[in-house]
């Protein structure tokens, strides 16, 4: 308790101990919130007593449990309540609240018992004061305070008194007495200059004023305003006893601009602080309960109400906005769902499925708060419906869209006549039902989806804001009608409603070139079916109008560049006028080149160029498909991890023939070198690109750190600044134009410095021929190409130019009917005993001897004179990958009946690569040795759901123990110890790997394809974070380790591959199932061979290919036909310093073979 005795002189030797206990129902006139309350209680003209201040409960009440001690010298009292706004040091008395006089008696009626002192009602509540008076016989004054003295100072006074009529104009509205508080609180801080302890006080003071004076319209220099609350908060940091009501005060005011200016940097400003104030005011005090949630609800509202904005300081904006909104809070489903949103804006324009399955995600959560009945249920279902839209639109899963049109139609049950967004529904719904209707073609969906516009649009009268909107569905809808049941009504009602659209557009420029766009597609369609020249000519003039509104880098122009393109390729094939062909090219390219448009567009774009190229037979067509492949590879590095790289490919699903249609594109050119380059290009880019993103910055970072974080920087500020240039006003968008082109430069000098460093004159860019032919040092590369337009082979040699090599019988349904009977032969087999001879499979490799492997065989003895046994490379694309192309055989007796003819295997030594780079990759890590040591894995016993038991696999591993040299550390990694965890330390820390166990291949997800071990199974995806760069060797004695999945066989995206990726120079894989009890004879055949003849003792894992041909040589009697060939060797180029030494081995190995 704080005690103070007011003692003039002693009266009989009595005192009264009065004891201020609590006060309750406190309201404060001005309304201004307090820092605290206090009891001021004044004895006479020259002496007062005042309690500590106090701050307020939630329930507008205060406990205190001070004293003052009284003599009987002092017959009466006033007693004053008080509102303080400054905690510590007080400006003035602060506000007056209630006051009541009382005297010696009248507390001595009171005597020992609490009483209440009730004071004059505020607002019509009445504060009270409970107070307790004992009378005292003695007073212990050796701990006694002084008393206080009544200072009659001009601040103290002057501020009082601002007070008093700052609450007057609260009451009142009067402004002259907001002009006398304004003049009094400003005349008290001119009185109290910055090294004045009130000075921070004194600018609050004057603040609030003119704040009130701004809310009521009676002032208007907010600004000054809100630097007066910029400067006391700044004079009160964290941990100042009035920091928390200072920064308070800045919110109020910034939120005040934000109410009457609309400008987004008020909001932003107000978020940041309202993140520093939460922690400062825990749930249940005076100042969150009256003010603080309040405001923090107001700022959540509005930052939701706000454009979504996708560059990253939008989603970064969002995810604060999320951080106010923990579990529980009102507002958090509504802030899920706009960040939502924002997330899925972002994948538009960038195309990250990281994004878009996060905004998922999100959508999922706020629904889950948002039961049935729940105000904003039919918000965010509707909201998760469109980001699953997109999904279906990127993935091409029907369930998303599925669940999308159901999600649409609960939303608009929700929603009922009557209600603001029924109409909203009604167009949403009916998208969705257009979409499922170009997918599945089922003419109920556009039925339905027209019925709904029609809906939509009698809730949109003439003179609804969106209208416009409507019509444009509706049209759209009619238009896809017809494009189905060709009914020309249909189209011609479409027609007509753009040009209502357009009409309610003729004041609006930044929407009218929508509407011309999409009137212009439709008459696009009307001039293909009846040849009238005015509609193709009013679509071009249309495309044209667009074009000419919009600024270079609006993303609109984009869409203006694509529907012209339309209208000259529709023009084009009617009136056959080149030119039009022409300029139908050249905005392909200005499409798909479009700065501010998202990879994914522009993809599409690039695509249908390639397409329309192609079909017209013009000489763009390897521009376009070379502006793919950058495109793709661009989009591909956007992606953050590798299952969002892989989803993303995917997505072009359409497009997956493109590397081999550019590739046939440039043999029907004549440009072969340029076959190399393209078909390298467009291949195998998931693997390029993770080498990329492991290395080259990397190798930057190591030679010059500095550009390296420049060169970061810039790619980062270049794609905010492409999210920026969305701007619509055209003052804005030249600023942001300006921007853009500025970091461009910059971005653009950054890679050229690059480029101009030792090592790095290739720096993002993609390899040439020059540098693929590296490929082939020591031993031919043979990439097989199945195109629609034509199946051939490309021969590139140690040196010189590439030899192009025709099949005259196999076309692409040729190769399709091909795989899949080779599929089917391989299921065949494995109802055959051993002995039984393969026919079917022997007749479809005959097929394969003559009509593809002979004809290259042949440039490779006549042309390219290459010697028996030697080392040759095949690299297959599209169909050719699910071809056993190794194991080509003619199954036929020499003419002369001196024995059989040769095969593929008699004569070379064969291997695979997924792609040139691969193979240059692998040629380079080997330059890196280290000591050898050798692990074989086994697991035969398999954790539950990973497969059946194995019986042979620990006799599988016997031979590779024995037949591994003494002077090479061995490792067993087998039963309990071949977990998970045991398999990757094992493949990481050994130089050569043996694995016999379970393998799965995963279609759906190949990057979950898997390894069986003991625990858990080891996936695609630990194989290639498991970097070991010392590895050498992988022998996989698994099931299909080799062959990729049906989706993307370009990318090769499988085990072995896996295996390669993380540091294998050398892998033997499996192109389907392996039989448990056979594989071992191949095993210990290869071993065999592999470790014969060893000099000093030194394993070497470029004899791999040549030492797999001879054991499937050697095990003819035992193995059959599909065991034998099921086994192919990966990558594994030689390095220079080994390469005439094996030559001449090999060559010796193989004499009288």
């Known amino acids: 308790m704080r005690y103070c005795n007011i003692m003039p002189g ?54 205190w449990g001070d004293s003052v001690t009284l003599t009987q010298a002092s017959p009466s009292l006033s007693v004053e309540l008080r509102a303080s706004y400054e905690v510590d040091r007080t400006l003035g008395n602060g506000e007056f609240i209630g006051k009541l006089q009382t005297s010696w008696n009248d507390l001595l009626d009171n005597e020992n018992e609490p009483f209440e002192l009730f004071f004059p009602p505020i607002r019509n509540v009445t504060p009270s004061l409970a107070l307790k008076a004992t009378v005292v016989h003695a007073c212990d004054t050796q701990d006694s305070a002084p008393f206080d003295s009544l200072v009659d100072c001009e601040i103290a006074r002057e501020t009082d008194a601002g007070h008093a009529q700052y609450a007057e104009y609260t009451t009142s509205k009067t402004v002259s007495h907001l002009n006398g508080a304004v003049g009094r609180f400003q005349l008290v801080l001119d009185r109290c200059p910055v090294d004045h302890p009130d000075h921070a006080a004194a600018l609050t003071n004057l603040a609030r004023a003119r704040l009130q004076g701004y809310i009521q319209n009676d002032l208007q220099d907010i600004h000054a305003t809100t630097s007066l609350f910029r400067e006391a908060l700044a004079l009160r940091p964290q941990g100042h006893p009035n920091h928390t009501l200072s920064l308070f005060h800045l919110i109020a005011a910034l939120i005040w601009c934000y109410v009457k200016e609309r400008t987004a940097v008020f909001i932003h400003k107000s978020l940041q602080l309202c993140c520093k104030l939460l922690p400062l005011c825990p749930e249940g005090t005076y100042l969150r309960n009256i003010a603080i949630d309040a405001a923090v609800n107001y700022v959540i509202s509005e930052c939701n109400n706000l454009p979504i904005n996708a560059p990253d300081e939008g989603i970064r904006f969002r995810r604060v906005v999320l951080e106010l909104c923990p579990l529980g809070h009102q507002r958090r489903p509504i802030t899920l769902t706009t960040l939502a949103l924002t997330l899925k804006a972002r994948f538009q324009d960038r195309g990250s499925i990281d994004d878009l399955e996060e905004s998922i995600q999100l959508g999922r959560e706020a629904i889950s708060l948002c039961p049935e009945g729940h105000s904003d249920r039919g918000t965010c279902l ?28 609960e939303a608009l049950s929700l929603w009922p006549v009557g209600h603001k967004f029924r109409s909203v529904s009604l167009d949403n719904l009916g998208g969705a039902l257009r979409t499922h209707f170009n997918i599945c073609g089922d003419v109920d969906d556009t039925n339905r989806a027209v019925s709904l516009y029609r809906d939509a649009l009698t809730l949109r009268p003439p003179g609804h804001p969106r209208r416009d909107t409507t019509l444009n569905n509706l049209a759209l809808a009619l238009q896809e009608r017809c494009g189905k049941l060709h009914v020309i009504e249909d189209l011609n009602e479409a027609i007509d409603l753009y040009r209502e659209s357009l009409r309610l557009k003729q004041l609006d420029p930044p929407e009218r070139h929508r509407h011309l766009t999409n009137l212009s597609s439709a008459l696009c369609c009307r001039f293909t079916q009846t040849r009238n020249d005015e509609d193709i000519e009013e679509a071009t003039r249309l495309c044209q109008e667009s074009l000419a509104v919009l600024p270079q880098l609006h993303p609109d122009r984009h869409d203006s560049y694509s529907r012209i393109c339309e209208a000259y390729i529709s023009r084009y094939q009617i009136q056959h006028n080149p030119a039009d062909l022409s300029l139908a090219m050249e905005n392909f390219w200005l499409a798909s080149r479009h700065p501010t448009q998202g990879f994914p567009s522009r993809l599409v774009d690039a695509y249908t160029w390639a397409v329309k190229a192609e079909q017209h037979v013009d000489g763009s067509a390897l521009e376009a498909y070379s502006t793919f492949f950058e495109l793709l590879d661009a989009h591909l590095g956007t992606q953050s991890s590798t299952t969002s790289r892989r989803e993303a490919a995917t997505a072009f699903h359409y497009a997956r023939s493109l590397p081999v249609d550019a590739a046939s ?4 050119s004549d440009n072969l070198r340029r076959v190399v380059e393209l078909a390298e290009q467009g291949r195998g880019q998931q693997w390029s690109l993770a080498s990329r993103l492991r290395s080259p910055l990397e190798d930057l970072q190591s030679t010059n750190p500095k550009l390296a974080h420049k060169f970061s920087e810039l790619s980062k500020q270049l794609s905010d600044a492409q999210g920026s240039a969305t701007i619509t006003d055209k003052a804005a968008a030249e600023v942001a134009e300006t921007k853009y082109r500025r970091i461009m430069t910059q971005w653009e000098a950054a890679v050229a410095e690059i480029r101009y460093l030792r090592g790095f004159f290739r720096f993002l860019l993609p390899p040439s021929y020059e540098d693929l032919q590296v490929a082939a040092r020591n031993g031919p590369v043979i990439i097989l190409i199945a195109s629609t337009y034509s199946c051939s082979a490309i021969v590139v040699p140690t040196s010189g130019e ?15 009917k091909l795989k899949d009977d080779f599929a089917k032969a391989i299921l065949h087999t494995a109802r055959m005993r051993p002995e039984e001879p393969r ?28 010697r028996h046994r030697s080392r040759i490379w095949l690299c297959p694309t599209a169909a050719f990958t699910s071809i056993p192309l190794h194991a080509a055989n003619p199954f036929r007796v020499n003419v002369d009946r001196s024995g059989s003819e040769s095969c ?53 591993l016997e031979p590779v123990h024995t037949l591994v040299p003494p002077n090479i550390k061995f490792t067993n990694v087998s039963k309990d110890e071949a977990t998970q965890a045991g398999a990757l330390n094992a493949l990481q820390c050994n130089t050569w790997v043996h694995l016999a166990c379970h393998g799965k291949q995963d279609l759906e997800q190949p990057y979950n394809s898997c390894f069986a071990m003991r625990d858990k199974p080891v996936t695609l995806l630990d194989i290639m974070e498991n970097n070991s760069p010392q590895a050498e060797f992988a022998f996989l004695s698994a099931c299909h380790t080799a062959v990729g999945d049906e989706d993307t066989p370009d990318e090769a995206i499988h085990l072995a591959a896996g295996l390669q990726f993380s540091g294998f120079k050398s892998v033997v894989g499996t192109l389907w199932g392996v039989s448990d009890a056979l594989a071992k004879h191949i095993v210990e055949a290869f071993y065999k061979k592999m470790f014969e003849d060893l000099e000093d003792g030194v394993i070497d894992c470029t004899r791999a290919a040549w030492a797999l041909n001879r054991a499937t040589q050697a095990v003819k009697t035992k193995v059959p036909l599909e065991q034998r060939m099921v086994f192919i060797h990966i990558a594994s180029s030689i390095p220079d310093e080994l390469y005439a030494n094996l030559d001449y081995r090999l060559d010796q190995e193989t004499v009288g073979v």
Not at 27 to 48: H, L, M, T, W
Not at 384 to 395: E, G, N, V
């Open 10 to 63: 002693s009266w009989e030797g009595q005192y009264i101990r009065l004891e201020v206990r609590s006060a309750k129902n406190l309201q404060v006139p001005s309304e201004r919130i307090p820092a605290g309350i206090y009891v001021f209680i004044k004895v006479d003209s020259r002496k007062c007593w005042k309690s500590a201040v106090r701050v307020l409960s939630s329930d507008k009440s205060i406990a």
């Open 382 to 409: 509707n909201n998760l419906a469109f980001s699953l839209d997109s999904r279906f639109d990127h993935k091409g899963k029907s369930h998303d869209l599925d669940e999308a049109i159901s999600m649409h139609e």
């Open 665 to 668: 594109c440039a043999i029907r």
């Open 802 to 816: 590439p030899y192009y090599v025709h099949f005259p019988r196999i076309t692409l349904p040729h190769l399709e």
């Open 839 to 866: 026919k079917k499979l022997q007749v479809l490799l005959r097929i394969v001897w003559d009509e593809i492997m002979l004809p290259i065989v042949n440039v490779l003895q006549h042309d390219l004179k290459l």
């Open 904 to 956: 593929l295997e008699d004569l070379y030594i064969c291997s695979y690569t997924p792609t040139l780079s691969a193979l240059i990759r692998a040629r380079q890590a080997m330059k890196t040795c280290a000591t050898s040591s050798f692990a074989a894995i086994g697991q035969s016993q398999p954790g539950a759901g990973q497969g059946d038991v194995l019986p042979a696999v620990d006799s599988e």
